[in-house]
């Protein structure tokens, strides 16, 4: 496989659902377990395809080793958690909160484990759920495990949402010029992707669809979780670094670019090359079989080797999928090792005060053979160099 | 005060901080806590101006007895924190997740606590960040105690995003007519409600600026949780339920009504007439003193008196502030009294399968000797019928 695999806008089947709780439970059979409960609303819509906003009205998945899991869930929501889940789920639900003595959703919860179960939960679960979890509790995040490697439907609809994002990052580089806003830039961006996923996919759950298309000018540029303020104005000159992601219905793709509007500052050549050097070297490790500290490494060193270890901020990549930073992580701490399968984001980045941010990000699925990009835009410093 | 106080736009100043530091750190006092950590963004944000979406790389905010907060983050997030954190704060940056050992987030948080200590933790807090905490531990909501009663400044800041919301949902009953599709409603409410913002605060962040404007038309609107489709239109008669709510720059305030339009169908009648005596006797009800589950039950019976039990699926209110649900809750199970200086909403409902949804729902501030509502919008049957 080394061609891009066709997108996917239909909801997941019943099998698609089936196979994901089997992993799940394989998991729990090595742990030992009788029990996984998840909160995370990501692990919930991972599992049942609904999806929720997390309040005071707790929805709990309660996952045995065989049968239909166990969603307890608030009386007003069973109607909106049946209209979207694609599996055979048993409701439990309970009437208000806070509710009178014995009628909370704690004590229902109560009843659900026997108390001699071994429970395992992830650790992202509020430590108010954990101390009312019966049995003996386990923290282990075996779904984020589960979620490593993606299903070939998993990758379909990243494979759409990439589309969406090439589509969003296309409008705001023909937008983006010296002197537009922040803001004019994001909503045009943000408008041309949610209508493509509305037009393409009539039914979307807009609880998880969301999008952002913003561009860090010269001035923060090199400050990469800087959020730009709405009237901040484009410039001449660069870098300006775009950020373009798609949660498109429910799947997660990114892509981000360092550009110039009109001339290059001689002072961005080199880091433009020196990130364009790591860049290639990350997709030509990134391959079955690599370790990812590894690749973190190796990546790192090109950029130290050039004299700006300092201006190192982040690891080479993360992780995509139901969300847009999920494990693997091509860090110096993730010991773990590439899959056919898994999606990944390559953005190695230089940030240099004075000189700006020099960072393209794009969005990647690892292959049999090495790795084939789902997002695509223009990546040279002469295509990047817009003076039209 | 029986009037709406004004309007607040500009952030918060160091001395509303501190107030805010000052209760916390009375209330640990009352539990003998030597450290109080923070790990909801909402709380964060109410503590420091700063807001984060929640990913692998955690912001933990450690409160001891005296001197700055102590802020450990991601180093490539420090100067956003710096950017929008409106108090002073210690700063302990680790470099990414996963770090080799001994460099994680995790390494250092073990250092920034004494072993001896006695810490309080959020109900909302991670097990993952709940297991790595030094110290003896114990949970507590104390900032949901802290919360509780808003400060002068947090009520201005909600009576703008009162008018926020006001604004929108004028537009919402201008634009909703049979045959409009619930996306083109969402799309220029959402706008209409976004422009204001941006206008009256060019420095509004966005990452806590969220804006809803919606219709559940006749076919869903028994279903209160049900969210639209994207393409559902709207229809002749009603009820339409409209949900608007808007988080401005901060501060969350919400109106919902049941309307219609052209023609109201008999069955209607009756429901609405229930609903609005109820929601009256809400409004005679809420005042300094009140207990919360009182003030449900005695809305309740109104329902209940009507034959309408078994369609009540919710509560009469829940408290407003930075989050859009928040303690206290106007339900069975919280015997709390109102006190001047809380915002709620006012909203109780009676759902009919075959018949619609019937809720109106307001932002109602507690003052000195009753309540006074933020949100305004037609509310009588007659107004509510739309044949224009």
């Not at 196979?19 to 439970?25: A, G, H, K, M, N």
């Not at 110039?260 to 002072?267: H, I, K, N, R």
């Not at 056919?340 to 190695?348: D, Q, T």
């Not at 980045?349 to 790795?371: E, K, Q």
Request: proline content about 8%.
């Amino acid at each position: 496989m080394s061609q891009v695999p066709k997108p996917i806008t239909t909801p997941p089947d019943s099998a698609e659902l089936s196979e994901r709780i089997t992993r799940v439970r394989a998991l729990m059979g090595k742990e030992g377990l009788d029990y996984y409960v998840c909160f995370d609303p990501v692990n919930v819509y991972y599992l049942t395809n609904f999806a929720n906003n997390v309040h005071e009205r707790p929805f709990i998945l309660i996952i045995g080793k065989t049968g239909a899991p166990v969603m307890l869930c608030p009386l007003l929501e069973a109607s909106h958690v049946r209209a979207r889940a694609r599996c055979d789920l048993e409701y439990v639900t309970y009437y208000e909160f806070p509710a009178p003595a014995g009628q909370n959703w704690f004590d229902l919860y109560a009843t659900l484990i026997p108390a001699g179960a071994r429970v395992g939960l992830e650790e992202a679960m509020p430590v108010g759920i954990y101390k009312r979890t019966p049995g003996t509790v386990v923290v282990t995040d075996i779904i984020d495990e589960a979620r490593l490697v993606k299903t070939d439907y998993e990758i379909g609809r990243s494979v759409h949402a990439a589309a969406v994002v090439n589509f969003g990052h296309a409008k705001l580089l023909e937008i983006t010029r010296p002197g537009v806003l922040e803001i004019a830039i994001y909503g045009e961006v943000v408008r041309a992707m949610m209508g493509k996923v509305l037009t393409e996919i009539p039914e979307a759950n807009l609880i998880v669809s969301r999008f952002v298309g913003a561009v860090w000018p010269p001035s923060i540029s090199h400050d990469p979780h800087r959020v730009p303020t709405p009237y901040l104005p484009m410039e001449d000159g660069g870098p300006h670094v775009s950020i373009v992601t798609a949660q498109a219905d429910g799947y997660g793709m990114e892509m981000e670019r360092s550009f110039f509007l009109g001339s290059v500052p001689e002072q961005a050549r080199k880091p433009f090359a020196v990130m364009m050097e790591a860049r290639a070297l990350a997709y030509e490790l990134a391959k079955p079989g690599a370790v990812l500290s590894e690749i973190d490494r190796r990546v790192r060193q090109v950029i130290i080797d050039a004299g700006y270890e300092q201006y190192i901020l982040h690891r080479t990549g993360h992780g995509l999928g139901i969300t847009g930073h999920e494990a693997p992580y091509l860090a110096l701490g993730d010991d773990r090792t590439l899959v056919p399968g898994m999606l990944i984001s390559i953005e190695p980045g230089i940030y240099i005060p004075g000189a700006g941010g020099f960072r393209h990000s794009d969005s990647v699925l690892i292959t049999d053979t090495g790795n084939v990009r789902l997002t695509e835009a223009p990546d040279t410093l002469e295509q990047l160099t817009i003076t039209a």
